[in-house]
């Protein structure tokens, strides 16, 4: 099995930063691109920002110059840092992994993590 655990999550002023980590763990063999996405309330999720497993990054507009994405593939870990938050950066944050295991490859997703920016 393989797991995708989200961390870092909170609540921040506007104008503030946080920084998401997501892990995965299990029977991994390797990862090729990651992601994080969001949702917020009565909207469909979207895309934050990818990264390739060459370090190739995409960014949403929305969060250009403000976010960066990137990852320790020694720790099987991507991180999104996020500064400048917007009260609509608001959501659940979701990271997702293109997973290569012992049996197949499949995309994994975390359960989220709350990111509510005050005004």
């Known amino acids: 099995q393989v797991q995708l655990v989200e961390s870092g999550g909170g609540l921040v002023q506007a104008g503030g930063s946080l920084r998401l980590s997501c892990a995965a763990s299990?029977?991994?063999?390797?990862?090729?691109?990651m992601g994080w996405y969001r949702q917020a309330p009565g909207k469909p999720r979207e895309l934050v920002a990818t990264?390739?497993?060459?370090?190739?990054?995409v960014y949403a507009d929305s969060v250009k110059g403000r976010f960066t994405i990137s990852r320790d593939d020694a720790k099987n870990t991507v991180y999104l840092q996020m500064s400048s938050l917007k009260p609509e950066d608001t959501a659940v944050y979701y990271c997702?992994?293109?997973?290569?295991?012992?049996?197949?490859?499949?995309?994994?997703w975390g359960r989220g993590t709350q990111v509510t920016v005050s005004s």
């Open positions: 299990g029977s991994i063999v390797s990862i090729n691109d």
């Open positions: 997702n992994a293109d997973i290569r295991s012992s049996w197949g490859s499949f995309k994994s």
């Open positions: 990264i390739t497993g060459a370090g190739h990054t």
